[in-house]
């Protein structure tokens, strides 16, 4: 399961460096935002997909917590837009 974990962020973090300046550029929706980050297209984002913003561990611990108000261990578009709203 590590390695899986770890290869799915070094098959993603390439592909954020190249997404994360346009995501943040300014003029995005949330769900723009949203959809953009969620790399692999199901609807959720999980920590391996914000790495590319929040390359410290303890921040993105942190700020996962803070998205992931249901505590279900993945980000929603509900979650993430009342997040970005703020």
Known sequence: ???LKIALILLL?????????AV????ETPQE????????HD???IKEELVIIYPDKT?????FI????????????????VYYKK
């Open 66 to 81: 803070e998205f992931d108000k249901n505590g279900n261990g993945y980000i929603e578009i509900d979650e993430f837009v």
């Open 24 to 27: 943040f550029a300014g003029g």
């Open 13 to 21: 973090v390439p592909v954020f460096m190249f997404t994360a300046v």
């Open 1 to 3: 399961m590590k390695r």
């Open 43 to 45: 609807g959720r984002i």
């Open 59 to 63: 921040v993105l611990e942190t700020r």
């Open 33 to 40: 935002v949203f959809y953009s980050l969620d790399v692999n």
